[in-house]
Nanobody, 124 residues
Framework: QVQLVESGGGLVQAGGSLRLSCAAS????????MGWFRRPPGKEREFVAV????????DYADSVKGRFTISRDNAKNTVYLQMNSLKPEDTAVYYC?????????????????WGQGTQVTVSS
């Protein structure tokens, strides 16, 4: 089992920045790919970003590419999502997830462990 706890969400004005953190505990997390997903109000869960277990490979949704950066510190068992130039359409509950397979997947079905989510609200 892996436990994931997100933090860092909040209310920010458009154009502002936030950094989300996801702390992992339990089984060795270093071999998992780590992803960020979000669920906007009234919409389905959607992929945001993913990082390989080594941190050497990343993938981003087109809607956040160039504005968001995913990173991880395996010594701290933590993955981060730096969000810059935030837009009102980024408003959502953000979830981190761990994928046992380790691949860079955009499909939420391929992730095995999930955090409880953190709310991000961007005002216009």
């Amino acid at each position: 089992q892996v436990q994931l706890v997100e933090s860092g969400g909040g209310l920010v004005q458009a154009g502002g920045s936030l950094r989300l953190s996801c702390a992992a505990s339990g089984r060795t997390y270093n071999y998992y790919a780590m992803g960020w997903f979000r669920r906007p109000p009234g919409k389905e869960r959607e992929f945001v970003a993913v990082i390989s277990w080594s941190g050497g490979n990343t993938d981003y949704a087109d809607s956040v590419k160039g504005r968001f950066t995913i990173s991880r510190d395996n010594a701290k068992n933590t993955v981060y999502l730096q969000m810059n130039s935030l837009k009102p359409e980024d408003t959502a509950v953000y979830y981190c997830a761990a994928g046992v397979g380790g691949g860079l997947s955009r499909r939420y079905q391929e992730y095995d462990y999930w955090g409880q989510g953190t709310q991000v609200t961007v005002s216009s």
